[in-house]
């Protein structure tokens, strides 16, 4: 059936979109900066869901056009979206992992609730995990967390420094500290026996966007300033996943890593950590996993990461607003 003129001209609309979708998916080469928009390619990836609809319900071939595309990046999708999964297969050797950034446990009354710590310890008495890495922790708003006997707490180093903290259930074999360099943020790591085997956890705080009520993109939507901004934060994360490798590379051991990266499944930095890792999220997660709201557009900027002989039992994003982000547990089997 022969398109009229505005069918035509939503043809090359719907082929610049889905060209736009798979460069910011890192599906084909991109030969231009995207640093904020990699934030939301599920924006873009909704509009080219309602055109296809559109083609579909219109019964015209221009549907084909994001079928070819989704054929293309069909690997990426995996990192998008899950659908649950019904047959994974466990292992009885469970290691339980959470990551949470709790925003120093309410301290500042953020959230009108004064409760907020009893309720973070709540949650994770209720979920048990063996081994907790915070990001944004506060020793002095922290709550009690009696189950576990060992911690490893950033040490002070400079003012204006945001803490980290690692509980754990087993005992902490060795410890370490990655200060990264000019930025308030850091790394930290301790080295545990699970079932006579040591391994190491990393607990990741990278670069933050530091992004406030003027740099809105509804109304500032082509701000030089805020690209500029971006573009620095996202150069400072590549410097720090350096700082991060220097560490690793080094350790003889199996690594898990939690970290709020501050990016997007489809950024540098995530490809960049995520290299000959497992995503607990891609192997046994379900739906978007966002565990962020940034300028009310859902985003996945919190990940575990863990070598491929870990098996993923469950991973998990739970949707309780006790800070500005959820938390994430994984479960593994380490036969």
């Known amino acids: 059936m022969k398109l009229n003129f505005f069918e035509q001209l939503l043809v090359f609309i719907n082929v610049l979109s889905l060209v736009f979708q798979l460069m910011l998916m890192g599906s084909i080469p991109s030969f231009f900066g995207f640093s904020i928009l990699n934030l939301f390619v599920q924006v873009v990836v909704l509009v080219n869901l309602l055109l296809f609809s559109y083609w579909l319900l219109k019964m015209k071939w221009p549907f084909l056009l994001f079928m070819g595309a989704f054929l293309i990046g069909y690997s990426e999708w995996n990192l998008l979206y899950q659908f649950p999964k019904t047959a994974i297969r466990k292992s009885s050797a469970t290691l339980s992992v959470m990551s949470y950034n709790v925003r120093l446990f309410n301290a500042y ?14 949650l994770i008495e209720a ?33 204006g420094k945001s803490p980290l903290a690692i509980y754990s ?19 930290a790591y301790v080295d545990l026996i699970f079932r006579q085997k040591r391994f190491r956890v ?17 109304t500032n939507p082509n701000s030089e300033a805020i690209q500029v901004k ?59 996993g966002e565990t962020f709201y940034f300028s009310s557009f859902p985003l996945r900027i919190d990940f575990i990461f863990a070598p491929a002989t870990f098996k993923v039992n469950e991973f998990k994003v739970i949707k309780e607003d006790y800070s500005d982000h959820f938390p994430v547990i994984s479960r593994y089997g380490w036969d």
């Open 109 to 122: 009354e953020w959230i009108d609730d004064t409760s907020i710590p009893n309720k973070i310890e709540a």
């Open 127 to 159: 979920e048990n995990p063996d081994v907790i890495c915070f990001q944004e922790y506060s020793k002095r708003n922290a709550p009690r967390l009696d189950a576990y006997e060992y911690k490893y707490i950033q040490p002070s180093r400079s003012m």
């Open 169 to 187: 259930k087993f005992p902490i074999l060795d410890q370490g500290y990655i200060d990264f360099e000019a930025s308030t943020n850091s790394g």
């Open 202 to 218: 990393y607990n990741l705080h990278f670069e933050s966007f530091r992004i406030d009520a003027k740099d809105s993109l509804f």
């Open 230 to 288: 971006f573009d620095e934060v996202f150069r400072k994360q590549l410097s720090q996943i350096d700082q991060f490798d220097a560490v690793e590379n080094v350790n003889a051991n199996p690594s898990i890593i939690c970290t709020d990266l501050n990016n997007t499944q489809f950024s540098k930095a995530y490809k960049r950590l995520s290299n000959n890792r497992q995503d607990a999220f891609v192997a046994a997660g379900k739906g978007l």
